[in-house]
T-cell receptor, first 114, second 113 residues
Framework: DGGITQSPKYLFRKEGQNVTLSCEQNLNHDAMYWYRQDPGQGLRLIYYSQIVNDFQKGDIAEGYSVSREKKESFPLTVTSAQKNPTAFYLC?????????????FGQGTRLTVV | AQSVTQLDSQVPVFEEAPVELRCNYSSSVSVYLFWYVQYPNQGLQLLLKYLSGSTLVKGINGFEAEFNKSQTSFHLRKPSVHISDTAEYFCAVSLSNFNKFYFGSGTKLNVKP
């Protein structure tokens, strides 16, 4: 079955540590996205990538970094510079250029700083 | 700049009653519109989408939405809700020339027996 796989589902981080969230898709989509979800704030865009080896900052990129070395993979690193990293993180993908397609989402990773 | 406003953060409703979840957007260009549903600790699932054509769009689980260009609205409706519809619902827009998505803050639908 085609879809988006995020891992791990739950992640605990000590203050000052970097952590990397995995996102893999087998939908052959060009575009991939990372969103952060906090209660009552909806989804806020962290980074997005329209094509391999290229990515752009979203609305809340500070304290995060990404890479897009392969079409199917878009890992997100939460660095120690992110002051309030506890949140639910969602990865998504879409296929621009073939009409407008919806975004497909993974099941999310809940990150907690301990 | 584009923005999406979901006017109600929470909507309580009794089972088998009708419900409307409101969504307004602002954009100076043509947009595409989406409604997603999210169950606790899960990702988002597409309910329905408006790309063009008929302004009344039917989706999964008996939901439908109507695009109103003059009022820049895309309200979601269901004539009779079930307990299983309890979830959070998100409205989203995408620019017609760029596949980037903007989401509202969400509406929690609480269906009571």
């Amino acid at each position: 079955d085609g879809g988006i796989t995020q891992s791990p589902k739950y992640l605990f981080r000590k203050e000052g540590q970097n952590v990397t969230l995995s996102c893999e898709q087998n939908l052959n989509h060009d575009a991939m996205y990372w969103y952060r979800q906090d209660p009552g704030q909806g989804l806020r865009l962290i980074y997005y990538s329209q094509i391999v080896n290229d990515f752009q900052k979203g609305d809340i990129a500070e304290g995060y970094s990404v890479s897009r070395e392969k079409k199917e993979s878009f890992p997100l690193t939460v660095t120690s510079a992110q002051k309030n990293p506890t949140a639910f993180y969602l990865c998504a993908s879409s296929q621009p250029g073939q009409g407008i397609s919806e975004a497909f989402f993974g099941q999310g990773t809940r990150l907690t700083v301990v | 700049a584009q923005s999406v406003t979901q006017l109600d953060s929470q909507v309580p409703v009794f089972e088998e009653a009708p419900v409307e979840l409101r969504c307004n957007y602002s954009s100076s260009v043509s947009v595409y519109l989406f409604w997603y549903v999210q169950y606790p600790n899960q990702g988002l699932q597409l309910l329905l989408k408006y790309l063009s054509g008929s302004t009344l769009v039917k989706g999964i689980n008996g939901f439908e939405a109507e695009f109103n260009k003059s009022q820049t609205s895309f309200h979601l409706r269901k004539p009779s809700v079930h307990i299983s519809d309890t979830a959070e619902y998100f409205c989203a827009v995408s620019l017609s020339n760029f596949n980037k998505f903007y989401f509202g803050s969400g509406t929690k639908l609480n269906v009571k027996p």
